[in-house]
């Protein structure tokens, strides 16, 4: 059984710092890995998907990786603002349905 | 593209009565729909995986007589809460995907539920 594990719990860093976010899971076996965004009480936001037979994906200030033989992933997030407070979420989808396994999260507060 | 809604956003209902929560695709056909459900500070669990015109796939633990999903249409997935508790108060989120679209899941909003 998938099972997806994210460090830290909770961060809290000053305004401007670049700053690293970490995903790992246990099957290797993966279709993709996400990376999402949640506010709270609302819904999910796709920051970025990276295929199994990728390396890493770039959107602005946001980078992903993945080394699916280790079964690790990273989120790097350049120079940080308040409005990247939120909630992070990394999952993969894999087996037949290419079902979603859910990490606990990484609650971030960028401090002005 | 691939804009997934839900409705309603929010419902307060009394125990005992049963709520239906309804997921769209709105400009994509969707061959599955996935159900999700969040607890406060806690991360997504799925619930059940649904195709189009077949029965769903619960995952363990997951009551298939109380949390009834119907998957009619390739744009249409409900979830029905029957005789709803307190318990059942929480965040549910639904996603669709298609071979199309690579089979990429795209999220509803959600669906706040509170059961008084």
């Known amino acids: 059984k998938q099972e997806v594990t994210q460090i830290p719990a909770a961060l809290s860093v000053p305004e401007g710092e670049n700053l690293v976010l970490n995903c790992s899971f246990t099957d290797s076996a993966i279709y993709n890995l996400q990376w999402f965004r949640q506010d709270p009480g609302k819904g999910l936001t796709s920051l970025l998907l990276?295929?199994?037979?990728?390396r890493e994906q770039t959107s602005g200030r946001l980078n992903a990786s993945l080394d699916k033989s280790s079964g690790r992933s990273t989120l790097y997030i350049a120079a940080s603002q308040p409005g990247d407070s939120a909630t992070y979420l990394c999952a993969v989808a894999s087996g037949s349905a290419r079902q979603l396994t859910f990490g606990s999260g990484t609650q971030l507060t960028v401090l002005p | 593209g691939a804009v997934v809604s839900q409705h309603p956003s929010r419902v307060i209902c009394k125990s005992g009565t049963s709520v239906k929560i309804e997921c769209r695709s709105l400009d994509f056909q969707a061959t599955t729909m996935f159900w999700y459900r969040q607890f406060p500070k806690k991360s997504l669990m799925l619930m059940a995986t649904?195709?189009?015109?077949?029965?769903?796939?619960?995952e363990q633990g997951v009551e298939k007589d109380k949390f009834l999903i119907n998957h009619a249409s390739l744009t249409l997935s409900t979830l029905t809460v029957t005789s709803a508790h307190p318990e059942d108060s929480s965040f549910y989120i639904c996603?669709?995907?298609?071979?199309?679209?690579?089979?990429?899941?795209?999220f509803g909003p959600g669906t706040r539920l509170t059961v008084t």
């Open positions: 996603s669709a995907a298609d071979r199309g679209l690579a089979y990429e899941q795209y």
């Open positions: 990276i295929q199994s037979s990728q």
């Open positions: 649904s195709n189009e015109g077949s029965k769903a796939t619960y």
